[in-house]
């Protein structure tokens, strides 16, 4: 075993003994660049990662084709890095939870943790019970860093499959400020239409931009 392999080894042994606890932002992604980069070192990557992005977050919420302006950095580490957050949402759609979203500030909030750190422009639907119960919640379209296009049908589908009383929209403004477009009322005002014809409320849509969030109820225009 030569000196590289050795030290990928021993990174690896420090990983299952103690976790992350241990290791520094850019440990892990040496860590993680492992497997898609057999035979290069993959510390120094790491640190040109954090350079350019200036975080281990930012790194991993980045999107794929900047992550390849880094030298060294191809599809198959682009693709991996960019996997682990999207996977992380994945697995928390699927975790069962009692959140009750029956204020603006709740569903702000909500949407707040679940949005600002993306790169580019996303849309997740909450289902609710009568009570404001999270039943279910999934992200339904993704777009370039300032668009986003969703299916009407395929939200009133979700809502109809978790037996919802009410639904929540949830997009984020990456490049400007947390205000709707005249295309997001439009688009919010169709959902509408469509969730009515099935005894279903639009409850709000939901805003979020540089760490701010506007509400579309509060501010008259879900009327």
Known sequence: MGVHEGHRQRKKEQFLKSGLVSFA???VLELLLYYAIPRRDTNELAHQLIER???LERVLNAAPEELQKVNGIGENAALL?????AVMCRAAEKTPTERILNSVERSGSFFMDLLSQQRREVLYQVCLDAKGKVLSYRQIASGTVD???LNVREIVENALHADASGVILGHNHPSGIALPSPEDRGM???VRQALETMG???VDH???ADGDFVSMA???LLL
């Open 218 to 220: 509060a501010s008259g």
């Open 25 to 27: 932002d850019h440990e």
């Open 200 to 202: 279903i409320r639009l």
């Open 188 to 190: 919010t005002l169709q």
């Open 53 to 55: 992005f200036g975080s």
């Open 147 to 149: 668009s986003v296009t």
């Open 206 to 208: 939901i805003i979020v």
């Open 81 to 85: 890095l960019h996997l682990v957050p």
